[in-house]
T-cell receptor
Framework: KAGVTQTPRYLIKTRGQQVTLSCSPISGHRSVSWYQQTPGQGLQFLFEYFSETQRNKGNFPGRFSGRQFSNSRSEMNVSTLELGDSALYLC????????????????FGPGTRLTVT | GQQVMQIPQYQHVQEGEDFTTYCNSSTTLSNIQWYKQRPGGHPVFLIQLVKSGEVKKQKRLTFQFGEAKKNSSLHITATQTTDVGTYFCAGTRGSTLGRLYFGRGTQLTVWP
């Protein structure tokens, strides 16, 4: 099976702009999670979707949003970019069997490296 | 606040020495997972533990889940330079769907 793919891999934006990142999960995985990774903060949970429904959300401002499509592909959007949004954004898919199932193992994509100048 | 604490944050060892990282949660976990992230890479799933007191081995790696399901450890015997990377633990809680609680990771450096 193909792994998790993320596009684009690298992105440079200026403050105030918005950005959309894309994630294609492993075929058959209905759970997709997003994380922000910075050297000082480790892996910060953004949100998780299962079959197009957001099941959980981390403590990020409303500028960070996401969605999941019927084919399980997911996007996250960051509006009004700030310098502090520079980070590696990781997407992970998981073979959770149902909406009420706890997350199993996560398969991470290579990430999108976002630089805000 | 941090739901899962992981120590140490950094560990430098000589090749051949052992290494252990510890993970502690303030609440009972339904399962604990371990991941490894090589420099410049993304986290890769290593193993999942579900049962109280469970111990699993993968070659030189030994994973333990505490009896109370609040702590876990990863022990590497006789480290090799290929073990370099950051090791993360991540737990799920039965009351919380759709989320893993990640520790901040232990960055392991192995000197030849």
């Amino acid at each position: 099976k193909a792994g998790v793919t993320q596009t684009p891999r690298y992105l440079i934006k200026t403050r105030g702009q918005q950005v959309t990142l894309s994630c294609s999960p492993i075929s058959g995985h209905r759970s997709v999670s997003w994380y922000q990774q910075t050297p000082g903060q480790g892996l910060q949970f953004l949100f998780e979707y299962f079959s197009e429904t957001q099941r959980n959300k981390g403590n990020f401002p409303g500028r960070f949003s996401g969605r999941q499509f019927s084919n399980s592909r997911s996007e996250m959007n960051v509006s009004t970019l700030e310098l502090g949004d520079s980070a590696l954004y990781l997407c992970a898919s998981s073979p959770s069997s149902s909406f009420l199932a706890l997350n199993g193992e996560q398969y991470f994509g290579p990430g999108t490296r976002l630089t805000v100048t | 606040g941090q739901q899962v604490m992981q120590i140490p944050q950094y560990q430098h060892v000589q090749e051949g020495e052992d290494f252990t990282t510890y993970c502690n949660s303030s609440t009972t976990l339904s399962n604990i997972q371990w991941y490894k992230q090589r420099p410049g890479g993304h986290p890769v799933f290593l193993i999942q533990l579900v049962k109280s007191g469970e111990v699993k081995k993968q070659k030189r790696l030994t994973f333990q889940f505490g009896e109370a399901k609040k702590n876990s450890s990863l022990h590497i015997t006789a480290t090799q330079t290929t073990d370099v990377g950051t090791y993360f633990c991540a737990g799920t809680r039965g009351s919380t769907l759709g989320r893993l609680y990640f520790g901040r990771g232990t960055q392991l450096t192995v000197w030849p």
